[in-house]
């Protein structure tokens, strides 16, 4: 949490100084009430109403400034919170495909939503809250001391032990501990109604819907749990604490009232007495729920910067002049994926497919060369280079890869085709007219510039994937590696595609379940897979 105050500590500098006049006018507002009983005391009606005029006055800055604190403290927090969510995207920018995919898209949804919020409301927002209760905290003392310093000396005491009981180590383990699973619930929360969300199509169609309804609610049944029994465990701490702030209020106020009996002190003097007293206990009675809710969030930052860092240290290449892949077979803990280690070879701009029997191992290969597996037996050289030693961003600047179920965001159209590169309109239209999208992004309301639904669900599966075609185009690719790229479409459709994409200057690799024959006769290899064990 340090390091994002520290990022912003110009901003934080001026919250500060707001918070610091504000407890200097709550502070002078006590004060004032002292005054003004004193005068009533005494019958001294005149200063009675100055009181009250001074009182005003002060209150209405108060809250002139108290304004000015409120809203620009909420700015430096959405400053901070936007600052950990650029950390957190630039580890996951940074994480090894393998590493990132261990955890469900629901998880990081969590962590850049509701952990964030968590840390929101139980770490900054703390953290201002206490830093306003020490200052009205200190200066509270400074005036008790004025009064007596017996006072003091009791305010110290029940200060250093309501600081203290957060600090215990097994008071500090009960709560985080609630926090873990908080945090953890969360993340399962949100991968489970995400998966319940997305089947609704299927409960539909076998008339499920009421089964459908009740597992989201089971869901959202064990979250609940996890938000209650940290709810309970923080209000154990917290109330065992109010129990101390009680008792420090009461001492004080006793040893104020026999001052006053004995003549030391003014009549007045304990109504200032007795507010300085409430803040100074409050205020550290607070000052320790706050210090449990930062303490709690700790685990949150530490699942933060969990993430492996992968750094891409390998050597780069330009261009991709041969592929070369021997003896390649993969363990998933089940058997090999391979009958026969296959052994390929491509060579720049050559035309290749893989094809086989589902299970036959032709998306393992696909994710060896698209870079999502590295872990395999055998040898891939690139450039005569071993896969391994080459750096992988350098690597992915050279080629395209087109899934058979592409994703989609909700931007424009243009946004999902170009990444919101600026791309000459020309070329762009000769890629729209290899990928039959012509017509298609005519019929639209805005065309290119159509803002598409949530994995472009106003399209058909085989309009997806033409514009995922048109995507790995635009990236000016030296090598396309063509996953069932084109399943989704009629045949003649496929066909004429793919005649295209065959004719153009680059290293093209099929995986296919139905190879067509006029396509076949087109291609510098065709390699057919045989399957083992493994399930693709």
């Not at 949490?1 to 901003?11: A, D, N, P, Q, T």
């Not at 097994?170 to 609630?178: D, E, I, L, Q």
């Not at 998933?332 to 296959?342: I, M, Q, T």
Request: glycine content about 4%; proline content about 2%.
């Amino acid at each position: 949490m340090l390091v994002y105050l520290k990022k912003e500590w110009k901003k934080n500098l001026l919250v500060f100084s707001l918070m610091l006049i504000v407890a200097g006018v709550q502070t002078v507002s006590a004060l004032s009430m002292a005054w003004m009983f004193d005068a009533l005391v005494s019958g001294n009606f005149a200063c009675f109403i100055q009181c009250i005029g001074f009182m005003l006055g002060i209150w209405c800055f108060f809250i002139i400034v108290n304004h000015l604190l409120t809203v620009y403290k909420e700015k430096v927090i959405c400053a901070m919170t936007l600052a950990i969510r650029k950390d957190v995207m630039e580890r996951l920018v940074h994480t090894a495909y393998a590493d990132y995919h261990q955890k469900e898209a629901g998880e990081y949804v969590s962590l850049l939503s509701q952990d964030i919020q968590v840390i929101r409301d139980q770490a900054f927002t703390p953290f201002y809250s206490a830093c306003q209760v020490i200052f009205t905290t200190v200066l509270a003392m400074i005036c008790l001391i004025q009064y007596h310093v017996s006072l003091l000396v009791v305010a110290v005491v029940f200060a250093v032990l309501m600081i203290m009981i957060p600090r215990i180590r097994r008071v500090h383990a009960y709560t985080a501990g609630a926090m873990v699973d908080l945090t953890q619930g969360n993340g399962t929360f949100l991968a489970c109604v995400t998966d319940w969300l997305n089947s609704y199509d299927e409960f539909y169609t076998y008339n499920q819907l009421a089964n459908w309804s009740q597992r989201v609610v089971t869901c959202c049944q064990d979250q609940n749990q996890a938000m209650i029994l940290n709810t309970l465990k923080q209000s154990r701490i917290m109330h065992a604490l109010s129990l101390v702030n009680l008792l420090s209020q009461l001492v004080i106020m006793l040893i104020a009232g026999w001052m006053i009996m004995a003549d030391y002190l003014s009549i007045g003097s304990f109504s200032s007495i007795s507010s300085f007293a409430s803040t100074i206990a409050n205020g550290l009675n607070n000052l320790s729920e706050y210090i449990v809710k930062i303490r709690s969030t700790q685990v949150i930052f530490a699942k933060m910067s969990a993430f492996k860092r992968t750094e891409d240290k390998g050597e780069s290449i330009d261009q991709i002049a041969s592929i070369s892949m021997q003896d390649i077979n993969v363990d998933y803990g089940r058997g090999l994926v391979f009958a026969k280690e296959p052994n390929i070879q491509i060579v720049q701009g050559g035309k290749y497919a893989l094809t086989g029997e589902s299970g036959c191992g032709k998306s393992t290969l696909f994710h060896i060369l698209a870079t999502h597996l590295n872990q395999y037996l055998g040898s891939v050289m690139i450039n005569q280079i071993d896969l391994r030693r080459l750096s992988l961003t350098s690597l992915r600047d050279q080629m395209s890869v087109v899934t058979q179920k592409p994703y989609l965001w909700n931007t424009t159209l243009r946004d999902n085709i170009t990444f919101g590169a600026s791309i000459n309109e020309q070329k762009l239209m000769k890629i729209l007219r290899i990928c039959d999208l012509e017509t298609l992004i005519a019929d639209l309301p805005q065309g290119l510039d159509t803002i598409v639904s949530e994995n472009g669900s106003q399209f058909s599966g085989g309009q997806r994937q033409r514009i995922a075609l048109a995507r790995a185009l635009c990236h000016e690719p030296k090598l396309l590696l063509l996953d069932e790229a084109t399943s989704a479409l009629d045949e003649q459709s496929a066909l004429m595609i793919e005649e295209a994409l065959l004719q153009m200057d680059i290293t093209i690799i099929m995986i296919t379940h139905h190879l067509h024959p006029r396509i076949a006769s087109k291609l510098t290899h065709v390699y057919r897979l045989t399957p083992l064990s493994i399930p693709e």
